[in-house]
């Protein structure tokens, strides 16, 4: 795997919190990084064309335009900068439309470091064609998804549009209990240690939710 301590690559952080900002900004320098930070989406949008960064590191609740609108223009200007949503709340319905228009990933605040660098090295070992190409495009579900049954791809579409258990067991008319059954099962089939991972994997498999 690429590593930061190895690379000289340049991170932007878009992250209005002076203190997160300043948090995000000396971890990655001291993994290795050159790091260019911006409070607002208008200060990375007027610099869109002259970036030199390898990846953004982007907060969905910005002060003066919504994190998604900066993620379409960025995508949109320059396909080759690979975007990492960063959400203060656990928003999944928002982070899935993230990846759908385009996020590489999103991370929950306050991230680990490892889970950081992780998400940012990966980044570097994805070429625009394979960015331009992420699964969902095609319909086509890859694994971990094709371990699912298909009653487990059912309630998993239901927890990435982000319904609560009792939601779920009304909807497809089974019990509260068997929901939770479910998803422990599915989580374990995918190999996701978290809600927000399981979510991550879900999306980037090709899950369609509309």
């Not at 374990?188 to 240690?193: I, P, Q, S, T, V």
């Amino acid at each position: 795997m690429m590593t930061a301590e190895n690379q000289n690559y340049e991170v932007c952080v878009v992250e209005d919190d002076p203190l997160v900002s300043k948090g995000l900004t000396s971890l990655l320098e001291q993994k290795g990084f050159s790091v260019q930070s911006f409070a607002t989406g208008h200060q990375i949008q007027n610099e869109t064309s002259s970036l030199t960064c390898c990846c953004v590191l982007l907060d969905i609740n910005l002060p003066d335009i919504h994190g998604l609108d900066v993620l379409r223009k960025l995508r949109s200007c320059r396909p080759d900068i690979n975007v990492i949503m960063i959400t203060g709340q656990a928003d999944i319905p928002t982070a899935v439309k993230a990846m759908q228009h385009g996020a590489l990933d999103f991370i929950e605040k306050p991230p680990t470091a490892d889970r950081l660098i992780e998400a940012i090295d990966r980044s570097l070992q994805l070429s625009k064609q394979e960015i331009q190409n992420q699964p969902g495009d095609n319909g086509e579900l890859r694994p971990p998804l094709d371990k699912l049954t298909t009653r487990e791809l059912e309630v998993l579409v239901q927890l990435v549009k982000g319904h609560q258990h009792k939601m779920i067991a009304h909807e497809l008319g089974i019990s509260h209990r068997t929901v939770e059954v479910h998803r422990a099962r599915i989580m374990k089939r995918c190999g996701a240690n978290s809600f927000a991972e399981l979510i991550r994997i879900a999306v980037l498999s090709g899950l369609q939710i509309e």
